[in-house]
């Protein structure tokens, strides 16, 4: 049997970005994010209509929901390290602890949370919409 040979073209159209997300989720203020749909530097991002986020976060570490929080996609939450409590309103299993690196949590749109850092540690987010 001859094998096949595969032919590849190289496309310049399709965006490719390199970076760093734990340097470059510490660039702005206020913000954890290295890809996010809402920052169009083209130094930083490329418009994508999602969301990337590298949070490192000391022990005792807290996050509350907001009503202001107007996610209106799914969000994945994968553990690099450490260890995390997630506490989800309004649900009898609301309660999750993230302990071993890859373990993650994966929830849609209007879902109520807060979250705590039991070890330091740090965890990689994804947001995108429906």
């Given amino acids: 049997m001859s094998k096949m040979k595969t032919r590849h073209t190289i496309n310049p159209d399709i965006p490719l970005v390199r970076g760093n997300a734990r340097v470059q989720g510490g660039l702005r203020k206020g913000s954890d994010g290295f890809v996010q749909a809402m920052i169009h530097s083209t130094s930083q991002t490329y418009g994508a209509p999602m969301e990337l986020r590298w949070a490192e976060r000391a022990r005792g570490w807290r996050s509350s929901w907001s009503p202001s929080n107007k996610c209106t996609g799914a969000s994945l939450v994968v553990l690099v390290s450490g260890a995390f409590r997630f506490v989800f309103h309004d649900r009898a299993d609301g309660e ?35």
Avoid: H, P
């Fill in 96 to 130: 999750i602890i993230l302990t071993r690196s890859g373990d993650y949590l994966l929830w849609g749109a209007g879902l109520r949370y807060d979250c705590e850092t039991l070890t330091r540690g740090a965890l990689l987010t994804v947001r995108w919409d429906f």
